[in-house]
């Protein structure tokens, strides 16, 4: 009864880690189509290259829409953080899924003084829907109003999300820091090959939507090894027990059934 209740301890809990992997799996997977949404991404070298590229790819009939990203490195009450300025485009109101938002919290974003930011910046800030959040900026404190907060799984540092013309407004000089390319499937090889012809990007700064998916489902699996690993290991344990008990209590009995035979 020991073994077999060692056994069934084993299979209980092992059905709780593969319930608990397989969800996180599935919502990392969820999470993953909704917001690598673009089949390219590119990251230019420096400014100068940054608006040849905007400039060459608007020209490209490859490339059906350009998502320029602006990025500045920022502290938000010692914790640190990266500020993102995007365009207005149907791709994140379809594609960027929100936790909690405000009544159309894409238009508030591009009209008004707002921003979202990710769920872990938000609790370290302690803010929520409707509060405001102080960035220092080079013309002084910026404070916008939070209308959305999203999930930023396996970020250590915060994601803030505003317009790019509010952006630009704080920070005038700056320039795009990533392209996100909308593009069909089967147009993403040539126009890799034409980029590398035409700027030299190494490798590393070109980003194919179906690569950054792959990598990140091997880190998954490989950060859960170790729980298959365990969980093989319980129920290998506690077979070897309940079979050693078993074949312990057939010795025993062999008194008991030797006039039987």
Do not use: C
């Not at 990203?69 to 594609?95: E, K, N, S």
């Not at 960035?135 to 999930?151: E, F, H, L, M, N």
């Not at 950054?212 to 690993?229: C, I, M, N, P, Y």
């Amino acid at each position: 009864s020991l073994a077999l209740m060692a056994l069934l301890l084993a299979l209980a809990a092992n059905i709780g880690a593969g319930s608990m992997t397989s969800g996180f799996r599935q919502t990392f997977n969820n999470w993953l189509e909704q917001r690598l949404t673009a089949e390219l991404y590119l990251n230019p070298q420096n400014p100068a290259q940054a608006e040849a590229l905007q400039t060459w790819l608007v020209q490209q009939p490859l490339v059906q829409t350009v998502l320029p990203t602006w990025q500045v490195a920022v502290q938000l009450q010692g914790w640190p953080a990266d500020l993102f300025g995007v365009v207005d485009d149907p791709t994140y109101r379809q594609h960027w899924p929100l936790l909690e938002a405000a009544a159309n919290p894409w238009s508030q974003l591009l009209q008004d003084d707002s921003l979202m930011l990710s769920e872990q910046m938000a609790r370290r800030l302690k803010v929520r829907l409707g509060d405001v959040v102080s960035i220092p900026t080079p013309q002084g404190p910026w404070s916008p109003k939070v209308v959305g907060i999203y999930a930023d799984y396996g970020n250590p540092k915060g994601h803030l999300l505003v317009n790019s013309r509010h952006l630009l407004q704080h920070w005038p000089g700056l320039s795009p820091a990533r392209f996100n390319l909308r593009v069909l499937p089967g147009n993403v090889p040539p126009l890799v090959r034409a980029v590398q012809e035409r700027f030299a990007l190494e490798d590393s700064r070109i980003v194919d939507q179906q690569q950054l998916k792959g990598w990140s489902s091997q880190v998954f699996e490989r950060t859960f090894a170790a729980t298959a690993a365990l969980n093989s290991l319980t129920l290998g344990v506690a077979g070897v027990a309940l079979f050693i008990s078993l074949l312990t209590q057939s010795q025993s009995r062999l008194g008991q059934l030797a006039p039987l035979w």
